[in-house]
């Protein structure tokens, strides 16, 4: 039996920065317990919003612990351990494993395209080296390669490969990746806009950094789908809608750090060569968050 | 107040050909009347399925001429009538108004892609020669045209465009267009494998050929919706799934002709260049008719 | 030995219109013999710069006879009969043979995608019924059918047709022709602004609506080329780039009739959905025009 | 007045492996060697080809000082920093200056797609930090953004930004630089199947991997080139271009290590999760080699 240890809404917490650029790891841990204190159902640091691929070895393994103290088993952990070479990834994911981590998210990144059997000898080298579940992460617009159905199905047939995270913001996918892969299959939707189609396919969660700046709505669209309710989810779907999609229009730590502000909380510095939003942007989130809490 | 004379399931019936490749209105009036007695909400002829840009004007008019006789005002009727000038556009326009049909569907077809102004001036133009309502219809796979939801909005503010269909198969234009137009605005899904995801993003219903093969599946959907039973809908609709998929993947008039075959009723031919699936397709087909109905 | 009757510059009238948007037999001639005196190396009529999706199966007979009345012999001419089903295709094709047309150009205009083997039935049929030399136009963004080097190998097969017009607007496709199909394939560039990297890969011709504006130029490249001289073709290529690419950007039957208009010529009237350059755009010709000419 | 180092063929060594998956310096300083003696115009380490992503911080400063060292200053070389911070852009930028290097090349690498304002930021802080120039290099296959002309112009504006290099594959960017940019831009052409057509277009140079396979017939084609005679640099290009095809297709590192072996000499190992060409991959290079050297 497949271990699957997550379902709802996993929650994706940013990687603040100090005015120098360095990590600010006690604002981390303010913002994981934000998000645990607003009912997520799984914490996930070092994702695309916790701009991983930005980090050094040391930062990102600083994050893995500060991330285990504060979320104490409250809830499960994803921790990302994405990297260009085999050897690097196997790397951070026996970290994250010994650090406490439930599982670790893995994006093929890829520089050079890689065959298909490039990516199923990389899950499978990281995999053979670990004891907890792995989440397959495809989002082509990242990582350069989108992973057809058919190879996620190859993956699965790796022991600890249990779980999917699929982005390409095509609903479809997902209703082909359920018929292709069995009902069974245990697969979370990463892309913000595509929330209420991705629930209605059947997704067994929804991967987002949204709970950082909305975190009722988010829950609330999650229970109507458990009340099979679909007026309501469709109601709650779209008073969030214009948010979602700004959040990915602007990029999620730009976003997401802009919109804590905003709300009076403290999203700290980006590091270069991410910026702020525009005041003009500013402005835009300010309105949309407004429009939302009124 | 705007009329909206359309809701749930619109089938589309083919267009069947005779041995020497001409219209057999005969058999034509026996589809639409087995799509009537299997329950659908309206009936569309020379759509895309009924292969309206193959047809000469003296075959449009029998065929619209024919549905009318047949339907007999049992269920409103969308009278396909699109044509790459004006001219024409309102000359078939005006002879469908004249024979009873509810409504007609126009898309922009466009050998020159259009501008937004052209197609404005365009729909101006038909509407202002019209009383019965239109529905816009946007497929740029086969128009060439994406019209944005700015567009759309400029074209419902012609009083007698009232509805939109749209097929681009992105279920994130659906909620892109309810946010843009509004609550009220009247839309409907053009693309079969987003049936579901369409109906929860708040489709007015489903413009679809496919009754022609499964109508039972098809109005099941439906039901499920209007119960607000999104588990239902679910199972309902991923049954189907496969067979949505592939008759938008083999092209609607060649699988709906050899569906009908395979269910033991008679389809027609079709119009050079269009040819019949070859053996292995149709084994495919009936290989996803039988799972459906056993 | 294959029939190639072209070489060099082909040039494409369009097909002007009346204030009743009637077409205009009497300028369109004054048009064909201005490209002729300017030294257009063929001529051919009812191409898309001609609008022959939009007119009238008399009038494209009409347009086929002026043509040949005013050619008279003195270039080869190449007539568009391209029609979205086979019999229709069949029926101005052999009009066209009749009236003396030197080849016909056909795109497999496809509302409905065609298989690969449909489209080698269509051409098949067709060329079974002339004598004369077929070119095949490959021109996805218009047809909506994207020919592969394999399926023009096969379609080379066929005894009459003897050349292709490639309008991808991609350089590689001309590459990888001549590398599929031998040094002796026929190709010809359809895509303006590639004009000089299509001369580079070896192209026999440049099919292009660009004669009826700026004669000497198109000309002076080609013999830049003739004469091997490449930093004269890049020379004279670049200076009239800026036009090239207006106008595929605009459409060329709207621009090219704007143009004549502003070299004080008479490009007659567009028949609707299709609408004059607005003022902006005219103006903006107009600079690039004299920017040429000065 | 601008400086602008490199003209004709900049040659990219690739970063070849030991067993163990490290760097293997020694062969890699022989492999520079070999593109050295014969002939190319420039050197360029840690490119694509030399797969800089996939390597460390230490590993890249062994690269760029064996180049040096290897080099010795027989031509001018061009040294990859890009990163995806720009603190780690600059600090490796600062040590291939200090390590003598001609020139360094910038790609905007982005996991989260950078606006303009944040690109022209990068660039004009690691620009301050340095004397030698800058040749920016627009790859979006890779980047993941796409630098317009308009962006493009900007970043010339910072003073030892210099040099533009292009790889979106399409010669129409080419052609629009050179307008928009003025004639005497220094771009430089990134993909290999567009040689020819890029020297058409008027590129200075071409940054290339396929002299380590076939170095005669690199240079031959420039020199046609140079030499204003396109109809020999058509003979030579038609000849590589299934090499220039197929070293694309499969990866760069892959194909010219696979490509060594064959030619009998040594292109070390890959790091995972890359891995060797298939073996009916390698006996497609072997055939493909052997017919160009025939």
């Given amino acids: 039996m497949k271990s699957i240890p997550f379902k709802g809404i996993i929650a994706y917490p940013i990687t603040p ?29 070092l994702g695309s919003t916790g701009v991983l691929p930005y980090l050094t070895d040391e930062e990102k393994e600083a994050v893995t612990e500060a ?14 351990v994405s990297n260009l070479t085999t050897d690097k990834t196997i790397y951070h994911a026996r970290f994250a494993e010994k650090a406490g981590a439930t599982a670790v998210m893995i994006i093929p990144m ?22 907890i579940p792995i989440m397959v992460y495809n989002n082509p617009a990242t ?20 779980m999917i995270k699929e982005s390409t913001g095509d609903v479809q996918r997902m209703h082909y990746l359920r ?11 990463g892309s913000n806009p595509l929330a209420l189609a991705a629930f209605a396919a059947g997704a067994n969660g929804w991967c987002t950094a949204v709970p950082n700046l909305i975190p009722e709505l988010t829950m609330q669209l999650y229970n109507a789908i458990q ?22 229009a602007k990029g999620l730590p730009r976003a997401i750090q802009a919109g804590l502000h905003i709300l009076g909380d403290d999203g700290g510095q980006l590091r270069s060569p991410l ?6 942007e500013s402005a835009e989130l300010k309105t949309i968050l407004s429009q939302i809490n009124k």
């Fill in 17 to 45: 920065f100090d005015n120098q650029e360095k990590v600010d790891i006690p604002l981390f841990k303010k913002q994981v317990d934000r998000l645990l204190v607003s009912g997520a159902h799984g914490i996930a640091p």
């Fill in 179 to 189: 018929k292709e892969l069995g009902e069974d299959v245990a697969f979370y939707n």
């Fill in 143 to 162: 990582s350069g390669v989108d992973m057809s159905p058919a190879l996620l199905k190859r993956l699965l047939e790796i022991p600890n490969v249990t």
């Fill in 67 to 80: 991330t285990m103290q504060q979320v104490a088993n409250r809830v499960p952990t994803l921790v990302g």
């Fill in 227 to 248: 009340n099979n309710d679909l007026t309501e989810a469709q109601r709650v779907f779209y008073r969030q809608l214009d948010l979602l999609k700004f959040i990915v």
């Fill in 275 to 280: 910026k702020p939003l525009t005041d003009n």
């Fill in 110 to 131: 890829s520089y050079w395209k890689l065959t298909d059997d490039e990516i199923v000898q990389h899950y499978d080298a990281v995999a053979s080296k670990l004891s």
